[in-house]
């Protein structure tokens, strides 16, 4: 490539002086752009945080309920029997068998040996009912399954009468079992009142 008449001049341009010369740093072999980091950080936290809230409202809503005591639940399964309606709209038969029914699960919570699906004989086998009002119990079974299964007619005033005895059946067994209970002060007031 011919140049022709360009000639070029080199002229060193380091001050006369050595000590006043300051090299320059060497470069790095590479160069890596400046990032900021700081945005990312901040978005990942934000994640595990949000994935840390989300697993403890997981945790908080599927947590084991307490559990209701058995008399309790049975007072209030037949509380919303009542309010059902069932005797004023001619079901006595269903509903002498929603109050065995509640009996049958309160028996199986409370008395050692008695189970849910118990027949009625296999129940008063394992419950063995004592003196008194649970005495009444073989009856009251026998004619709840006569009315369920058998399909068995019961008056109004029957599944009324049915519903007290077996109000009283749950009581009088709480009382036993468990003397801390408000049945038990009921009766061991009543007991001091006769006295």
Same mark, same amino acid.
């Given at each position: 490539?011919?140049?022709?008449?360009?000639?070029?001049?080199?002229?060193?341009?380091?001050?006369?002086? =050595?000590?006043?010369?300051?090299?320059?740093?060497?470069?790095?072999?590479?160069?890596?752009?400046?990032?900021?980091?700081?945005?990312?950080?901040? +978005?990942?936290?934000?994640?595990?945080? #949000?994935?840390?809230?989300?697993?403890?409202?997981?945790?908080?809503?599927?947590?084991?309920?307490?559990? &209701?005591?058995?008399?309790?639940?049975?007072?209030?399964?037949?509380?919303?029997?009542?309010?059902?309606?069932?005797?004023?709209?001619?079901?006595?038969?269903?509903?002498?068998?929603?109050?065995?029914?509640?009996?049958?699960?309160?028996?199986? /919570?409370?008395? !050692?040996?008695?189970?849910?699906?118990?027949?009625?004989?296999?129940?008063?086998?394992?419950?063995?009912?004592?003196?008194?009002?649970?005495?009444?119990?073989?009856? +009251?079974?026998?004619? /709840?399954?006569?009315? =369920?299964?058998? !399909?068995?007619?019961?008056? &109004?005033?029957?599944?009324?009468?049915? #519903? &007290?005895?077996? !109000?009283?059946?749950?009581?009088?067994?709480?009382?036993?079992?468990?003397?801390?209970?408000?049945?038990? =002060?009921?009766? #061991?007031?009543? !007991?001091?009142?006769?006295?």
């Amino acid at each position: 490539l011919p140049l022709g008449g360009l000639s070029g001049f080199v002229k060193s341009v380091p001050p006369a002086d =050595k000590s006043l010369r300051i090299p320059t740093p060497a470069r790095p072999l590479f160069v890596l752009p400046v990032f900021n980091w700081w945005p990312w950080l901040a +978005l990942a936290a934000a994640i595990i945080a #949000a994935a840390l809230l989300w697993w403890a409202w997981r945790r908080y809503r599927n947590r084991p309920k307490a559990p &209701v005591d058995p008399y309790v639940r049975a007072q209030r399964e037949v509380e919303g029997i009542e309010q059902m309606g069932l005797l004023d709209s001619d079901r006595a038969a269903e509903y002498v068998a929603l109050i065995v029914d509640v009996a049958r699960e309160y028996l199986a /919570a409370r008395v !050692r040996g008695v189970r849910r699906s118990d027949t009625t004989s296999e129940l008063l086998r394992a419950m063995q009912p004592r003196d008194g009002i649970e005495a009444e119990l073989p009856r +009251l079974l026998d004619r /709840a399954d006569m009315v =369920k299964f058998a !399909r068995a007619d019961i008056s &109004v005033e029957e599944a009324r009468e049915t #519903a &007290v005895a077996i !109000r009283a059946i749950i009581d009088h067994v709480e009382a036993r079992l468990n003397p801390e209970s408000e049945p038990a =002060k009921k009766a #061991a007031a009543i !007991r001091e009142k006769a006295a």
